[in-house]
């Protein structure tokens, strides 16, 4: 089993809808969370970047963490054709004190957002 | 700003060929990571630079694959004997903070095409 799970999708919705995203994972030392959005044969762009458990806001984009569920989401209002790529979760941990930044990705949703 | 540059961006070797690949982080960034794309693996970390060293080279996934980091800026990532399981992008990624402080937003390349014929 992976130590991160994301639907690989394809999620197709249209214009305007509301989307969710999401990955649980297993590692309990993980504490950064962060979503990355990738488009096609292009390197990944951070989105968000979270620590611990709770909600961030940037714009269009909502991320929320439950450390307790080991389950993190990534809310996208009012998708427009242009959100359409990859989305990545990544984490990263601390053991034995240090954390090296180390990324674990999960598999990615590929979503499309149509007129 | 300029961001994390890699070089080439394609290329394409023969089986049993080695190759280098370059990365060039954000100026100021001390950490700096090589992670490898592939359709079946997804995104895999490779190996952690901090400075000119590397503590974590956990994922390099055999001897054939080696890195260096001069100066505190410029990576190589240099594979030798190539084979056709290397295909895969090769993504390199910088961030400002250290490991030690815990925060590690990293910002990533365009990521360089390896093709192995």
């Known amino acids: 089993q992976k130590e991160v799970e994301q639907d690989p999708g394809p999620l197709s919705v249209p214009e305007g809808a509301i989307v969710s995203l999401n990955c649980t994972y297993s590692?309990?030392?993980?504490?950064?969370f962060m979503w990355y959005r990738q488009y096609s044969r292009k390197g990944p762009e951070l989105l968000m970047y979270?620590?611990?458990?709770g909600n961030k806001e940037d714009g269009r984009f909502t991320a929320q963490v439950d450390k307790s569920s080991k389950y993190i989401s990534l809310f996208i209002r009012d998708s427009q054709p242009s959100d359409s790529a990859t989305y990545l979760c990544?984490?990263?941990?601390?053991?034995?004190?240090?954390?090296?930044?180390?990324?674990?990705f999960g598999q990615g949703t590929i979503l499309t957002v149509h007129p | 700003g300029a961001g994390v540059s890699q070089s080439p961006s394609n290329k394409v070797t023969e089986k049993g060929k080695d190759v280098e690949l370059r990365c060039d982080p954000i100026?100021?960034?001390?950490?700096l990571y090589w992670y490898r794309q592939s359709l079946g693996q997804g995104l895999e970390f490779l190996i952690y630079?901090?400075?000119?060293?590397?503590?974590?080279k956990s994922g390099l996934p055999s001897d054939r694959f080696s890195a260096e980091r001069t100066g505190g800026s410029v990576s190589t990532l240099t594979i030798q004997r190539t084979q056709q399981e290397d295909s895969a992008v090769y993504l390199c990624?910088?961030?400002?903070?250290?490991?030690?402080?815990?925060?590690?937003?990293?910002?990533f390349g365009p990521g360089t095409r390896l093709t192995v014929t």
């Open positions: 990624a910088s961030s400002l903070q250290s490991g030690t402080s815990g925060r590690h937003e990293q910002y």
């Open positions: 590692n309990s030392a993980f504490q950064y």
């Open positions: 630079f901090q400075g000119n060293s590397a503590p974590d």
């Open positions: 100026s100021g960034h001390t950490a």
């Open positions: 979270t620590y611990s458990s």
């Open positions: 990544a984490m990263s941990g601390i053991v034995g004190g240090t954390s090296y930044g180390k990324l674990t």
